[in-house]
């Protein structure tokens, strides 16, 4: 698979295409992201089941179809994720060191990996962080799950999620997982 997005045009999302899926990044100012996400999908809709996309409570969806929508936000950047044959969920998260890390880690993470990452210069904390919440977020997409402490049930709940994809960019790290 192809990896690195490829260059878009202006106002246009770098795609990477997957066998399971389809990712679309969009660079643009926090306040335009939103909006040029759902232009972009409003198109896939109409190019791939002749729908309508709706607004719903966790974001939108196709109206018609088996097609998965999955977004995600972080400064500059965002990211939506289409599948037709998979529950998928995607996630971008800066990687940033800030000062409650190990505390939240203890929180979210397993035991295991939270006493892992508070071993770690804290040169290494931001990256290994933002790799694990990273895959947490999509997890909790895929699974069809809010967001929720370390638990082992939350794990079990996981095993039908696998990773997909890890892409570092710039300063940001995305994570596609699909279920």
């Known amino acids: ?53 709706l607004e719903t409570p966790t974001g939108p969806a196709f109206a018609t179809g088996p097609w998965q929508i ?20 995607v996630d971008i998260t800066p990687i940033q060191y800030f000062a409650e890390l190990t505390e939240v880690a203890q929180l979210y993470f397993s035991p295991a990996i939270a006493q892992t990452l508070s071993q770690l210069p804290e040169s290494e904390q931001a990256l290994r962080f933002a790799k694990e919440w990273s895959e947490l977020e999509a997890k909790t997409k895929a699974c069809k799950m ?18 997909s994809d890890v892409v570092r960019l710039e300063n940001e790290l995305i994570t596609v997982v699909w279920a």
């Open 1 to 53: 698979m192809d990896r690195q997005p490829r260059r878009a045009m202006a106002d246009m999302p770098q795609l990477i295409v997957h066998d399971l899926f389809e990712l679309a990044l969009f660079k643009n100012s926090a306040s335009h992201q939103s909006t040029l996400v759902r232009l972009w999908l409003h198109t896939q809709v109409q190019s791939r089941s002749g729908g309508q996309l």
């Open 70 to 89: 999955s977004l995600s936000y972080s400064n500059d950047y965002a990211v939506c994720a289409l599948s037709k044959c998979a529950y998928l969920g």
């Open 146 to 163: 809010g967001l929720r402490e370390w638990s082992e049930g939350r794990e079990q709940a996981f095993q039908i999620a696998k990773t």
